[in-house]
């Protein structure tokens, strides 16, 4: 187990009051694909493992698994063991018989003058193919290699994923708004020799040049002795290049001129090991690196698939638009994988929520029939901050709506119910975490009321448990809250840290493990890092992290890859950050600093220390504030005390302060914080 801070999201978390159900509208439950209460006891534990074959029943396997878990290497689970399958092909090729001609991705670029492009799946399938057999002949590419893809929200860059599923070979998408050095940083430790990236592409109604950063990319890794041998660059604008840093000779490759020598050529998808790595994605943790969790094919296809199906009543006629970014699990699970397994129009937009206004999503909606609508509180809460009434302009109608990645005030629950649902959609409210593939709580559309504010019980075939400090069992109802565990494994779960087995265990199951060594999975409870409590009902309520991960807007960072940041700033001696409650984002990180000696306080230097946190990380981790402090609170035995901190932050009583060495810095700080304008 990794050192706890005296500080976790959960203990500033908000607590609300128990709100009343809400039930879904007839006209949901008698179409949804998921109205059999059985299946609660089919995904019993008596049925568990092999409860699962009915979720990987719903893809095309070239064979049949031998064993559906394997647990020979506890915590190491191996899901469909023997079983051979492509997700590409589960993506696309299969879908070809029925629904050649449907449109598999609408894409929306950010300037609404620009016209939405309409991709079948059988356009999918001759340019996944034809980039497959790039990737192969041009790069080299073999099953297991891993390449790093640095891309916006362009169907390219769902072309890209599948055509490296095709191969076998692993990809690792770094969101695209992280800085340069950030993707280096993955790009080395997942030992990918091919970055894949785009010119530009538009964001806020501006051209964001993003060639640049894959030339930072390289340089930085180059500093640490990590070459990368090519940049493939997807044009934004085929024909036209879009970003003003030239093309690097020998090393960077045009991909729309590149493609056309492999145009018609096919390749088929390999038959890939149900237990090979589909791809990484890398997430924050409680240290400073970080981590890549490596998600499988077969169980992560067959989990997103079912849950698609059965959470976002995914049906093939839908029009499905999720409006996180493909660079976030969500995305990979919610954008790309699932709703494509599932032959389904998957939307994907290019820019901002609120760009050119905030009756954008709504206009999009309209022009595309979009009947199921999946996004985070942060955007739900910028969007009626901005048009609270702009939903009502708009003529669509969604079924089925979701919310993602933090609690959900219930007065904004309720405004997404009422206004942009319009009072006729069903509201998921999904738990899961980058690890876990998919979601782990939620209601079941059509067999569960829904609750504001309550992610709901756990999906089937999950057995989550609350656990306090000593490891006992805090029952439903106790009104307690603990670590919210999950019992099982379960088919969507990561493999392991890419690299790094020893921190997997450590992290997610040293803490409760019941017993070293042992192959059965009962003695491994999987420990997710979140405060929860759950009511009477079993109904779970999440209350945020509580390890040194910041959840803003959605986006988890650690607070100890923004405090590395600040310290790459010469004049920076120690660097603490705390999150702040904020009323679109949710939680923004304060950043306190204390300088070396000699180094002058300035607003200039608090401007470049921000700036240091945006090169090194991305303008997400900006701090709200930089707080140049004389003195840190520290204990007797030198431990910034991030508690105190907090507390000034937020203009909290910073409760008991008698172990500090120094407590008299307490009065400073608020004199300080008082006296600041944030
Ligand atoms: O704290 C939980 C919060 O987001 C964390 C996971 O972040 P990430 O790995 O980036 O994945 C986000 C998308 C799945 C969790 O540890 N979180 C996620 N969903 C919810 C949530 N908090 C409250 N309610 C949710 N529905």
């Not at 992280?178 to 970055?195: M, Y």
């Not at 904004?412 to 959609?425: D, I, L, M, P």
Request: aromatic share 10%; charged share 25%.
């Amino acid at each position: 187990m990794e050192k706890q801070t005296d500080l976790s999201e959960a203990e500033i978390a908000v607590h609300w009051q128990e709100e009343g159900y809400y039930h879904a509208p007839v006209s949901f439950v008698v179409q949804a694909n998921l109205r059999d209460a059985d299946v609660f006891k089919r995904f019993s534990p008596e049925n568990f493992p092999e409860c699962y074959k009915e979720y990987a029943d719903l893809l095309s396997w070239y064979k049949y698994w031998d064993k559906t878990l394997d647990t020979s290497n506890a915590p190491f689970w191996r899901w469909f063991v023997g079983g051979k399958i492509n997700a590409s092909y589960n993506c696309v090729d299969r879908h070809l018989e029925k629904h050649r001609n449907k449109t598999a991705i609408h894409f929306v670029p950010e300037l609404e003058q620009e016209r939405i492009q309409h991709i079948t799946y059988q356009e999918l399938y001759v340019r996944v193919n034809e980039m497959a057999a790039l990737l192969r002949n041009l790069c080299g590419l073999e099953v297991g290699n891993r390449v790093t893809l640095h891309m916006p929200m362009v169907p390219e860059l769902a072309i890209t994923m599948l055509a490296c599923a095709r191969i076998g070979v692993i990809h690792s998408q770094v969101f695209s708004g992280f800085s340069g050095k950030a993707c280096a940083e993955r790009i080395v430790d997942s030992g990918s020799r091919v970055l894949i990236t785009m010119d530009g592409y538009y964001r806020g109604g501006t051209m964001q040049d993003q060639k640049e950063k894959a030339d930072i990319a390289v340089a930085e890794a180059a500093s640490q002795g990590y070459a990368v041998e090519k940049v493939l660059i997807w044009q934004r604008y085929p024909g036209k290049h879009s970003s003003p840093q030239p093309l690097v000779q020998g090393r960077d490759v045009v991909l729309n001129e590149a493609l056309k020598s492999y145009r018609g050529t096919r390749i088929e998808p390999m038959q890939m090991p149900a237990e090979a790595p589909l791809f990484l994605m890398y997430t924050s943790g409680t240290t400073g690196t970080p981590k890549g969790c490596q998600h499988s094919t077969g169980g992560y296809l067959a989990y997103v698939a079912a849950t698609s199906k059965f959470i976002q009543d995914i049906h093939p006629e839908d029009v499905y638009w999720c409006m996180a970014d493909i660079g976030w699990i969500t995305g990979h699970s919610y954008i790309v994988y699932g709703p494509l397994a599932l032959a389904a129009s998957s939307v994907i937009y290019e820019g901002l929520p609120t760009y050119p206004d905030a009756g954008r999503p709504w206009r999009i909606a309209e022009e595309l029939g979009v009947n199921i609508f999946h996004t985070s509180p942060t955007a739900i809460r910028a969007l009626r901050r901005a048009g609270p009434d702009e939903p009502k302009k708009y003529n669509y109608h969604f079924k089925h709506m979701t919310t993602v990645g933090e609690p959900i005030e219930p007065e904004v629950w309720r405004w997404y119910y009422e206004t942009v649902g319009k009072s006729e959609a069903a509201i998921v409210d999904t738990w899961w975490q980058t690890e876990n593939g998919g979601f782990l709580c939620s209601t079941v559309p059509a067999l569960h009321p829904m609750k504001p504010g309550s992610a709901g019980p756990a999906l089937p075939g999950i057995y989550p448990v609350i656990y306090d400090e000593d490891g006992n069992e805090i029952p439903r109802g106790a009104n307690k809250a603990g670590n919210i565990c999950i019992r099982n494994p379960w088919p969507g779960i990561f493999q392991t840290i890419w690299g790094d087995p020893e921190r997997f265990v450590r992290q997610y199951y040293a803490r409760y493990n019941k017993r070293e060594g042992s192959k059965d999975w009962r003695d491994w409870p999987y420990f997710a890092g979140d405060g929860a409590v759950q009511s009477a009902d079993g109904y779970y309520r999440i209350l945020g992290r509580i390890d040194d991960v910041i959840n803003v807007a959605g986006h988890r960072l650690g607070t100890k890859e923004i405090e590395s940041a600040a310290l790459t700033v010469p004049e920076v001696a120690e660097a603490a950050v705390v999150p702040v409650a904020d009323e679109i984002k949710g939680r923004v990180p304060d950043l306190y600093v204390a300088l070396k000696p000699g180094a002058k306080p300035s607003h200039e230097l608090e401007e470049r220390i921000s700036k240091a946190v945006t090169t090194e990380i991305s303008p997400i981790a900006r701090p709200r504030k930089v707080w140049i402090v004389a003195d840190m609170p520290k204990t007797r035995s030198g431990k910034i005390m991030r508690r105190v901190l907090a507390a000034v932050s937020s203009g909290k009583d910073a409760g008991d302060v008698s172990t500090l060495a120094n407590p008299e810095v307490v009065a400073d700080l608020r004199k300080m914080a008082e006296t600041a304008k944030v």
